[in-house]
């Protein structure tokens, strides 16, 4: 006797789907996507609509399969259309992730805003750019939280003036050439003197003479409509990052010293210990060897240098190293290996006398 595999009809289930939702005159509707491709069609990127929907029906739970019923979509978007409704869903809806594909687009979008800040800042000490991994660094040191709502180039324009309150940053100057008449060029010249822009160079010939300056991002507008619209010349942006003659490509040490945070004010007490911490006598350090390995090897926060780049990585790990981290922070003279030995253990016997009372 044969027997047939009886499958049950009477529920629908939609599986390894993208879930939108919408909720509407006290309702919920949702609409089954194909993964991966809702942020694409809002973005712009995927245009065929068959390629997003799973299907042009809407949904009260895509999960148990239950259908909308007409009434209550006339009631909420005044037509029982599902094709319209799921477009209006598509825009307007929110995307239901998980908790591991939530964490997973919000690490590629913190990578994202700090690709963006590290392209458009640089130190203005050192004249160089900071590193991806640096600009990770200060974003978690002042708590800075991904918002996924807001566009990634937003919120590193906004994360920029916030980082310029606590460390030494700068946003890089674009470079620009600006093309016009010769007679024109000394009012030119005249603005960009009133833009306090840095004048690189002039070339041209007599009829139109062409002027590369480096301006700051903020004055672009108004510099592009003097240009263009005043003077009826030519302008060109040559380079929106940091811009170093000679450097086809620049290099920075991802071991170099984080930037200090700029100094606060502090009371008069704090200034007088600070003054007297830094009058007292400091054991010398090991001396610089002589040639170009002795500058490679040298702790800027230790204030001393190694011969071998194998202990200058193992130097870089140690608690010696840390705790003049700590203390570069607040300001304060960093310590020999000694003192700074002697200066925990003070700390950590300190500690112990809080765990009684007499």
Not at 91 to 96: M, R, S
Request: glycine share 4%.
């Amino acid at each position: 006797m044969s027997r047939s595999i009886v499958q049950p009809v009477g529920q629908k289930r939609l599986t390894n789907v993208a879930v939108v939702r919408l909720k509407k005159h006290g309702m919920r509707f949702e609409i089954a996507c194909y993964p991966n491709t809702v942020l694409s069609w809002r973005s712009g990127v995927e245009k065929d609509i068959d390629e997003v929907l799973q299907s042009h029906t809407v949904y009260t739970n895509v999960s148990k399969g239950v259908l909308a019923k007409s009434k209550d979509l006339n009631a909420a978007f005044g037509t029982d259309d599902h094709s319209s409704i799921c477009l209006e869903i598509l825009k307007k809806g929110e995307l239901q992730v998980a908790g591991k594909e939530r964490e997973s687009m919000l690490s590629s979008q913190f990578r994202d805003i700090a690709t963006i800040v590290m392209h458009k800042t640089f130190n203005p000490e050192t004249k160089r750019p900071y590193t991806i991994s640096m600009i990770e660094r200060l974003m978690r040191d002042i708590h800075f939280a991904v918002d996924p709502n807001s566009t990634s180039k937003k919120q590193a324009l906004e994360l920029i003036q916030e980082l310029q309150k606590h460390y030494p940053i700068k946003r890089c100057p674009l470079r620009v050439r600006a093309a016009a008449p010769e007679e024109q060029v000394p009012v030119l010249l005249e603005k960009l003197s009133e833009w306090k822009a840095t004048v690189i160079s002039q070339e041209g010939t007599a009829a139109q003479l062409s002027v590369v300056f480096e301006l700051e991002p903020g004055l672009y507008k108004d510099c592009h409509d003097f240009v263009m619209n005043k003077m009826h010349g030519r302008f060109e942006v040559l380079a929106h990052s940091l811009y170093v003659d000679g450097d086809t490509h620049v290099d920075y040490n991802d071991q170099e010293d984080m930037p200090a945070p700029l100094p606060q004010k502090t009371p008069e007490s704090v200034l007088e210990l600070n003054d007297k911490l830094q009058k007292q006598t400091i054991s010398s350090v090991t001396k610089p060897a002589e040639g170009q390995q002795a500058k490679q090897n040298k702790c800027n926060t230790c204030d001393v240098f190694f011969e071998d780049a194998k202990l200058y990585r193992e130097h870089h790990k140690s608690e010696w190293h840390k705790h003049n981290m700590k203390r570069k922070t607040r300001q304060l003279p960093p310590l020999t290996e000694e003192e700074c030995t002697a200066d925990m253990d003070l700390f950590e016997s300190k500690s112990d006398l809080k765990d009684y009372s007499f």
